[in-house]
Nanobody, 114 residues
Framework: VQLVESGGGLVKPGGSLRLSCAAS????????MSWWRQAPGKEREWITS????????EYADSVKGRFTDSRDNGKMTMYLQMDRLKPEDTAVYLC???WGGGVWGRGTQVTVSS
């Protein structure tokens, strides 16, 4: 089971980024997935989860209305569209599946700064 995040980078406040989480080694289409983030000196924070079909997603209040979680089961990839980014969104973003007891990717760095 492997998860690989990509798409992070440096963006100015108010800008956008789209993260990807490429999955392999398990039945992706049967697994709910989630995005988390961890800022320096802070605990890991859940930000969104999406059902196996992609038909429903839930969001933390801190990102609701700005971030959109989606997935393409044919490509075994989950996406996180991040709009109206703020400096406080700066963190390492990680995807996670509960398959096999829980597997995490290594993360991708997002930095929001002018």
């Amino acid at each position: 089971v492997q998860l690989v995040e990509s798409g992070g980078g440096l963006v100015k406040p108010g800008g956008s980024l789209r993260l990807s989480c490429a999955a392999s080694g398990f039945t992706f289409s049967m697994s709910a997935m989630s995005w988390w983030r961890q800022a320096p000196g802070k605990e890991r924070e859940w930000i969104t989860s999406i059902t196996s079909s992609g038909g429903n997603a839930e969001y933390a209040d801190s990102v609701k209305g700005r971030f959109t979680d989606s997935r393409d089961n044919g490509k075994m990839t989950m996406y996180l569209q991040m709009d109206r980014l703020k400096p406080e969104d700066t963190a390492v973003y990680l995807c996670m599946t509960t398959w096999g007891g829980g597997v995490w990717g290594r993360g991708t760095q997002v930095t929001v700064s002018s």
